[in-house]
């Protein structure tokens, strides 16, 4: 079975960081885009960054451009997401996804179960 499982997620003042991670298990996702969305209560689920499968390539939305940081360790089948400089706005339930397609609209072929981030001012 095809599973991804974030993680990382917490509670961290305005101006602070951290690292999510979301790990596949159940195939190897080489061929895979990997991209990071996110989706704060009453609001619809938005693109944040993605990642081709080589690595070669990424993309963010202008909100986190010069805060977040994505990468992937296709060894461990490991995405990632280095948020910095953390906003209250960025908080939100975070979910990966995977497909062979990089879109920004959440339509991707798998999903993780999603982590919480909560950022305080």
């Known amino acids: 079975q095809v599973q991804l499982v974030e993680s990382g997620g917490g509670l961290v003042q305005a101006g602070g960081s951290l690292r999510l991670s979301c790990a596949a298990s159940?195939?190897?996702?080489?061929?895979?885009?990997m991209v990071w969305f996110r989706q704060a209560p009453g609001k619809e689920r938005l693109f944040v960054a993605a990642?081709?499968?080589?690595?070669?390539?990424?993309y963010y939305v202008d909100s986190v451009k010069g805060r977040f940081t994505i990468s992937r360790d296709s060894a461990k089948n490991t995405v990632y997401l280095q948020m910095n400089s953390l906003r209250p706005e960025d908080t939100a339930v975070y979910y990966c996804?995977?497909?062979?397609?990089?879109?920004?609209?959440?339509?991707?072929?798998?999903w993780g179960q999603g982590t919480q981030v909560t950022v305080s001012s």
């Open positions: 996804a995977a497909g062979r397609k990089m879109i920004t609209t959440p339509t991707y072929d798998y």
């Open positions: 159940g195939r190897t996702f080489s061929g895979y885009n």
């Open positions: 990642i081709s499968w080589t690595g070669d390539s990424t």
